[in-house]
């Protein structure tokens, strides 16, 4: 009689044990059965509201707050969602990095079988011009670099600058292209500096100090027909991509609709 209260003992102790064991494993919080993703928004333009719980308060002065969010591990597709707290500005998107859509991308969706990073930030000139998740979380490139081909539709002289290496002009030659090395992950972006001497279409009835030089871009990430105040951002890729630069002058009218041919109708 002694020895089955004995073994009865041993036997409650074994099953607290492995019952103990089997809450550690699928307790909320971590284990091999469920996987992190942490979620980073970075944004100077609208404050960004994440899913998940909240790691660490928003850091003063910069609108980069962090979440973590834990999952169920297993081979299903999770889609992450991020919400602007304000309404953006017309042409501008959220922008999502560590996606399965890669770099950039206007929606994010995740495998649930890995631990993940993503950073979210918005196409606005206030976060392209500083990169905020552009070399955070960018996907290495398999393939190298890419090429950013810039097609000048205008006898006016313009320079382009913006965080890219090297010169971009057309020196006042209609058609001129030029090349521009970009990396995967990063983005770039694009602002028009035209020289306003020199008219190339010097006619009577044009009136003396009046501008002409109404810069516009097409094909940029950022939206479509954008003016000269506004940056143009391109998100660099390993494939090829093309941004078409034209003006408003009234002699200029055909050689601006070719640039149509490289618009894109979605900002992504």
């Known amino acids: 009689m002694q020895r089955l209260a004995v073994r009865a003992a041993v036997t409650a102790v074994v099953l607290l044990v492995a019952a103990g ?32 719980e909240p790691d660490g308060a928003c ?41 399965r859509e890669g770099p950039g991308a206007p929606a994010c969706t995740l495998r649930q079988d890995h631990d993940a990073t993503i950073c979210v930030t ?47 002009g057309n020196g006042g030659v209609l058609g001129k292209t030029c090349e521009i090395t970009v990396k995967p992950g ?30 516009g871009y097409e094909g940029c990430n950022s939206g479509l027909g954008h003016g000269d105040s506004i940056i143009c951002a391109v998100f660099g890729s390993s494939g090829e991509a093309t941004v078409c630069v034209s003006t408003g002058d009234e002699y200029e009218r055909e050689a601006a609709r070719e640039c149509q041919a490289y618009r894109r109708t979605e900002t992504r």
Do not use: M
């Open 59 to 99: 850091e003063e002065n910069s609108t980069v707050c962090r979440s973590s969010l834990r999952v169920e591990k297993n081979s299903k597709v999770r889609k992450v969602v991020v919400t602007a707290r304000g309404t953006l500005p017309e042409g501008v998107r959220l922008a999502y990095w560590g996606c």
């Open 122 to 168: 918005t196409t606005g000139p206030a976060d392209t011009a500083r990169q905020a998740c552009g070399k955070k979380t960018a996907r290495p490139a398999a393939d190298g670099p890419g090429k950013l081909t810039v097609i000048f539709k205008t006898k006016w002289k313009i320079d382009l600058f913006g965080n890219f290496k090297g010169s971009c």
């Open 21 to 52: 064991s089997a809450y550690l494993l699928l307790r909320p919080g971590g284990s091999a059965d469920s996987v992190r993703f942490a979620l980073v928004a970075d944004s100077r333009l609208s404050a960004l509201d994440l899913p998940g």
């Open 186 to 215: 990063k983005i770039y972006y694009l602002r028009a500096q035209p020289t306003l001497e020199g008219d190339p279409y010097a006619h009577p009835a044009r009136k003396p100090g009046f501008s002409y030089v109404y810069i």
